[in-house]
T-cell receptor, first 119, second 111 residues
Framework: NAGVMQNPRHLVRRRGQEARLRCSPMKGHSHVYWYRQLPEEGLKFMVY????????ESGMPKERFSAEFPKEGPSILRIQQVVRGDSAAYFC?????????????????FGPGTRLTVL | GEDVEQSLFLSVREGDSSVINCTYTDSSSTYLYWYKQEPGAGLQLLTY?????DMKQDQRLTVLLNKKDKHLSLRIADTQTGDSAIYFC???????????FGQGTTLQVKP
């Protein structure tokens, strides 16, 4: 069973360009979480998605950032008109459907991350 | 709001015990987690503890939970150079299961 896959692993963009980050969850997992790790900082939650639904986007910046998890294909985190402050490592995690709600044990499996550098 | 705090850095000698501490604010979580991040890699779940437990031991790892003080610790016995990494404690949000991470503790193990 392949783990969570993210691509690209490294992405370089110039200011003003668009960045598209992809995440393929583990087989059988229908929940996807995106986190951002700024240099020398911990991970900050961005968005939580289930297939075709955004469940919690409380950590997403209000502008330029969007996320989707279509019925078919990977989850996409899209950053429009990137700025230098967007340079970070973006991690995706997936988890299986929880049988006991969000308070039960529900391990999140992390991908290797995409390291975005904005020049 | 929900918050998780950790000390940023710990240096130990190989063979010593390491203790990494964490405090959290959301006391409704059923589980609390410890993740390990090696350089340039993603996060790997190291261990977890159920909130009605005070202690959990897993080989060289011991997790202690003090619910009254909202304090969590991870003890690594006989620390090895391969244990050098960043360790994050994580508290799942009671609403959606999103993880609230501490800043991470960088563990440096000197030979």
């Amino acid at each position: 069973n392949a783990g969570v896959m993210q691509n690209p692993r490294h992405l370089v963009r110039r200011r003003g360009q668009e960045a598209r980050l992809r995440c393929s969850p583990m087989k059988g997992h229908s929940h996807v979480y995106w986190y951002r790790q700024l240099p020398e900082e911990g991970l900050k939650f961005m968005v939580y998605l289930q297939k075709e639904n955004i469940i919690d986007e409380s950590g997403m910046p209000k502008e330029r950032f969007s996320a989707e998890f279509p019925k078919e294909g990977p989850s996409i985190l899209r950053i429009q008109q990137v700025v230098r402050g967007d340079s970070a490592a973006y991690f995706c995690a997936s988890s299986p459907p929880s049988t006991s709600g969000s308070t039960g044990y529900n391990e999140q499996f992390f991908g290797p991350g995409t390291r975005l550098t904005v020049l | 709001g929900e918050d998780v705090e950790q000390s940023l850095f710990l240096s130990v000698r190989e063979g010593d015990s390491s203790v990494i501490n964490c405090t959290y604010t959301d006391s409704s979580s059923t589980y609390l987690y410890w993740y390990k991040q090696e350089p340039g890699a993603g996060l790997q779940l190291l261990t977890y503890i159920f909130s009605n437990m005070d202690m959990k031991q897993d080989q060289r790892l011991t997790v202690l939970l003090n619910k009254k003080d909202k304090h969590l610790s991870l003890r690594i016995a006989d620390t090895q150079t391969g244990d050098s990494a960043i360790y994050f404690c994580a508290d799942p949000s009671s609403n959606t299961g999103k993880l609230i991470f501490g800043q991470g503790t960088t563990l440096q193990v000197k030979p």
